[in-house]
């Protein structure tokens, strides 16, 4: 399964690449945005971060391993979303890849407007998990990407149907290690993150 794995990501590079900038874009462009008008972070945290503060409320107010289940299938769904939805043209996954990215440009510039640390808080309150997370999200916006756009163009030698059929193999083979990754990520966030916040930033 690893060396299928393996050869999954060496055949899906291209898009893997295409999947980071626009994650990596979506935080830069975001944190310049909001630097050049910060009267911006208002609304955005309006509209952004009431969702995760019910997720959070959900996930570390009752027994770790519940809210470790929650936060699993909560991501698991959501990578689901971003693969499946890409056969609109890819058009959602896009755009999900830079919405992620947006929420680490807004945190980054909440976190320097209170004053805190920004790149030891990032490191020590997304690193730990994210290692895990965020390679399970790129690849399945990665497979997003590629839905979209073979949808519309063919790979070489075969149908459009045909198409559609070999990438959804190649996402069957891949899923297991994104469930497992994602599994990973869900225990560390809710058992591990926390702790290391509170050591370094009480």
């Known amino acids: 399964?690893?060396?299928?794995?393996?050869?999954?990501?060496?055949?899906?590079?291209?898009?893997?690449?295409?999947?980071?900038?626009?994650?990596?874009g979506g935080t830069f462009l975001t944190y310049a945005a909001l630097h050049?008008?910060?009267?911006?972070?208002?609304?955005?945290?309006?509209?952004i971060f009431p969702v995760l503060e019910e997720l959070g409320e959900e996930v570390f107010t009752g027994h770790p391993l519940y809210g470790a289940l929650i936060l699993f299938f909560h991501?698991?769904?959501?990578?689901?979303?971003?693969?499946?939805?890409?056969?609109?043209l890819g058009i959602p996954p896009l755009f999900s890849a830079i919405a992620n990215g947006?929420?680490?440009?807004i945190l980054a510039f909440q976190l320097g407007q209170e004053g805190?640390?920004?790149?030891?808080?990032?490191?020590?309150?997304?690193?730990?998990?994210?290692?895990?997370?965020?390679p399970a999200f790129l690849l399945s916006a990665a497979f997003g990407l590629k839905?979209?756009?073979?949808l519309v163009f063919p790979l070489p030698g075969l149908k459009r149907l045909e198409s559609v059929k070999n990438i959804f193999r190649e996402i069957g083979g891949a899923l297991p290690i994104i469930v497992i990754l994602l599994a990973i990520a869900a225990l560390i966030e809710?058992?591990?993150t926390p702790a290391v916040l509170l050591y370094f930033f009480n």
Do not use: C
């Open 116 to 134: 805190v640390a920004v790149v030891p808080f990032l490191l020590a309150g997304i690193l730990p998990h994210g290692i895990f997370e965020l």
């Open 190 to 192: 809710v058992f591990i």
């Open 75 to 88: 991501n698991l769904t959501a990578s689901l979303q971003v693969i499946l939805l890409g056969l609109i």
């Open 147 to 150: 839905l979209g756009y073979h």
């Open 36 to 47: 050049q008008d910060p009267q911006a972070l208002a609304m955005l945290e309006e509209a």
């Open 1 to 24: 399964m690893i060396n299928a794995f393996i050869s999954t990501l060496k055949n899906n590079r291209s898009w893997l690449i295409l999947a980071v900038i626009f994650f990596i």
């Open 102 to 105: 947006s929420v680490l440009g």
